[in-house]
């Protein structure tokens, strides 16, 4: 909760600083590389510095952080914090880290306000730096405990067992622990991060959701081929295409992420397009297994029926429940949709979604707003509908 004095500050001066904030994240950047080159070459997603995502995203978290502490006392988005905490966990984030962004960042403040930023105004920021940040490091902390590792220490060396072309831009990779020790239990829907040494001697981590059901031997991942047109390909898919075959070893995080299935005996919507299918095949996998009779409504929507990475396995796991529906939508088909299909965008408006439904989502940013919009419109609360964004997280939906 921010404090008496910081809150009719943090109020007046939103506006200015929501308004500057990319051109101050732009500079903080900036600093922070030239400072600590290390961290962009082995922590910071590059392919996102250099689309410009990841500033977005810090821009986005900081604004509604600290717009919630004013507008709603008393309360903070754990759903965002969780999220972000998830995603440092499986990058090793450590508290010490906190310090360093703190340092450059409000040297970058400064730099962009001038002398807007009078001691109490430098004081009222600081404060809700700290209250972010320090949740998300006892958020962090108790998330290494969870995975028996020390703060940071989450990497292992797993062998590719097995590789498996879905598409010709998907791949799948069995792996197992390379010391042959028994594999921590994921819960449905949660991702590993996978770093690799690059040619230029970078380590880069990118997080791939593991789509094996939490009780497999080996766990599986599947990689898509990041091509961006007019933008650098995908760093680390283009590299484990190019590269994992079996017997190879990749260093693997533990897994972490909260876009996970709550215990209950309520309908479920799973919704994802492209490969966003992927946490919501171990979701189908554990349904199976942990509560057979729940009522899932799965949707996919994918290019066409060739793109849809694990489409065979997507139905066997649907019609294995007994009170399961698959709805699927290709944006380009070739000649009459496959029976149980249509052509065009996913639309949920046209479903039965039944009363008391939680809704899971994956794929897309405009596909996932698309589909909140319309679960919300059709009336289920915003607690009910929780996502998954693969890479930063732009949509600060709560």
Same mark, same amino acid.
């Given at each position: 909760?921010?404090?008496?004095?910081?809150?009719?500050?943090?109020?007046?001066?939103?506006?200015?600083?929501?308004?500057?904030?990319?051109?101050?994240?732009?500079?903080?950047?900036?600093?922070?590389?030239?400072?600590?080159?290390?961290?962009?070459?082995?922590?910071?997603?590059?392919?996102?510095?250099?689309?410009?995502?990841?500033?977005?995203?810090?821009?986005?978290?900081?604004?509604?952080?600290?717009?919630?502490?004013?507008?709603?006392?008393?309360?903070?988005?754990?759903?965002?914090?969780?999220?972000?905490?998830?995603?440092?966990?499986?990058?090793?984030?450590?508290?010490?880290?906190?310090?360093?962004?703190?340092?450059?960042?409000?040297?970058?403040?400064?730099?962009?306000?001038?002398?807007?930023?009078?001691?109490?105004?430098?004081?009222?920021?600081?404060?809700?730096?700290?209250?972010?940040?320090?949740?998300?490091?006892?958020?962090?902390?108790?998330?290494?405990?969870?995975?028996?590792?020390?703060?940071?220490?989450?990497?292992?060396?797993?062998?590719?067992?097995?590789?498996?072309?879905?598409?010709?831009?998907?791949?799948?990779?069995?792996?197992?622990?390379?010391?042959?020790?028994?594999?921590?239990?994921?819960?449905?829907?949660?991702?590993?991060?996978?770093?690799?040494?690059?040619?230029?001697?970078?380590?880069?981590?990118?997080?791939?959701?593991?789509?094996?059901?939490?009780?497999?031997?080996?766990?599986?991942?599947?990689?898509?081929?990041?091509?961006?047109?007019?933008?650098?390909?995908?760093?680390?898919?283009?590299?484990?295409?190019?590269?994992?075959?079996?017997?190879?070893? +990749?260093?693997?995080?533990? @897994? &972490?992420?909260?876009? /996970?299935?709550?215990?209950?005996?309520?309908?479920? =919507?799973? #919704?994802? %397009?492209?490969?966003?299918?992927?946490?919501?095949?171990?979701?189908?996998?554990?349904?199976?297994?942990?509560?057979?009779?729940?009522?899932?409504?799965?949707?996919?929507?994918?290019?066409?029926?060739?793109?849809?990475?694990?489409?065979?396995?997507?139905?066997?796991?649907?019609?294995?429940?007994?009170?399961?529906?698959?709805?699927?939508?290709?944006?380009?088909?070739?000649?009459?949709?496959?029976?149980?299909?249509?052509?065009?965008?996913?639309?949920?408006?046209?479903?039965?979604?039944?009363?008391?439904?939680?809704?899971? +989502?994956?794929?897309?940013? @405009? &596909?996932?707003?698309? /589909?909140?919009?319309?679960?919300?419109?059709?009336? =289920?609360? #915003?607690? %009910?509908?929780?996502?998954?964004?693969?890479?930063?997280?732009?949509?600060?939906?709560?």
């Amino acid at each position: 909760m921010l404090s008496e004095q910081a809150t009719p500050v943090i109020r007046e001066t939103l506006p200015a600083v929501g308004g500057a904030i990319e051109e101050i994240t732009e500079l903080f950047y900036g600093k922070l590389f030239t400072a600590h080159p290390e961290l962009l070459r082995d922590l910071f997603n590059r392919g996102n510095q250099a689309n410009g995502e990841q500033k977005k995203a810090l821009a986005g978290s900081i604004a509604a952080f600290a717009g919630v502490l004013v507008e709603h006392p008393g309360t903070r988005p754990d759903a965002m914090l969780a999220r972000i905490a998830h995603k440092h966990a499986s990058l090793g984030v450590t508290a010490d880290q906190y310090k360093i962004v703190h340092t450059h960042l409000f040297a970058a403040i400064a730099d962009v306000l001038g002398d807007a930023v009078t001691p109490p105004v430098a004081a009222a920021w600081d404060e809700v730096y700290w209250l972010m940040a320090n949740a998300l490091i006892a958020l962090e902390s108790r998330l290494y405990q969870q995975a028996g590792a020390a703060d940071g220490e989450v990497w292992q060396e797993m062998a590719v067992t097995e590789r498996r072309t879905e598409t010709p831009d998907v791949v799948s990779l069995a792996l197992r622990r390379a010391d042959g020790r028994p594999l921590a239990v994921p819960r449905a829907g949660q991702y590993v991060s996978v770093r690799v040494e690059l040619p230029d001697g970078a380590r880069q981590i990118r997080q791939y959701s593991l789509t094996s059901a939490p009780d497999e031997a080996a766990w599986r991942i599947t990689v898509k081929r990041v091509r961006d047109e007019g933008l650098p390909d995908g760093e680390v898919s283009c590299h484990l295409h190019e590269h994992a075959q079996a017997g190879d070893t +990749l260093t693997v995080s533990a @897994p &972490f992420g909260d876009l /996970v299935v709550a215990p209950g005996d309520g309908p479920l =919507l799973l #919704a994802s %397009a492209g490969i966003g299918v992927t946490p919501m095949l171990a979701m189908l996998k554990d349904i199976a297994v942990s509560d057979p009779t729940r009522p899932v409504t799965v949707v996919h929507a994918d290019r066409s029926p060739a793109d849809h990475a694990h489409r065979e396995e997507l139905h066997k796991l649907v019609a294995a429940l007994p009170d399961a529906t698959l709805h699927l939508w290709y944006e380009h088909v070739d000649g009459p949709p496959p029976a149980g299909t249509s052509a065009g965008h996913a639309d949920i408006a046209a479903l039965d979604i039944r009363a008391h439904t939680t809704a899971y +989502l994956c794929g897309p940013l @405009p &596909f996932m707003r698309t /589909v909140r919009g319309d679960l919300l419109r059709r009336g =289920l609360p #915003a607690e %009910a509908v929780h996502y998954e964004v693969f890479g930063p997280d732009l949509w600060i939906a709560g």
